[in-house]
Nanobody, 121 residues
């Protein structure tokens, strides 16, 4: 089975930094696009940042200049460096990957279980 596991969330004061990690494991043939999404209480899940296998990135306007997404293709790892955090960044952050499992002909989207990020004012 394929699994995505996030880590690195926590409580931080406004202006602080956190680094989220996501490990993709299992029988993986290849990974296409990976991304970070977040969901605050009472709100819809939204895209924070995404990165292709070639390294092209895109960010939500609300995090541009503060967050940096990166990946290690050799290790099937995804990262999100979050700087200058604001209380409105408080949410559960989810890792997402469009990947092809070994033995499959198709790409499927997988999700992690989420990690809580809380930014205090």
């Amino acid at each position: 089975q394929v699994q995505l596991v996030e880590s690195g969330g926590g409580l931080v004061q406004a202006g602080g930094s956190l680094r989220l990690s996501c490990a993709a494991s299992g029988s993986i043939f290849s990974i296409n696009t990976m991304g970070w999404y977040r969901q605050a209480p009472g709100k819809q899940r939204e895209l924070v940042a995404a990165i292709t296998s070639g390294g092209s990135t895109n960010y939500a306007d609300s995090v541009k200049g503060r967050f940096t997404i990166s990946r290690d293709n050799a290790k099937n790892m995804l990262y999100l460096q979050m700087n200058s955090l604001k209380p409105e960044d408080t949410a559960v952050y989810y890792c997402n990957a469009r990947l092809r499992a070994s033995g499959s002909y198709y790409y499927t989207v997988y999700w992690g279980q989420g990690t809580q990020v809380t930014v205090s004012s």
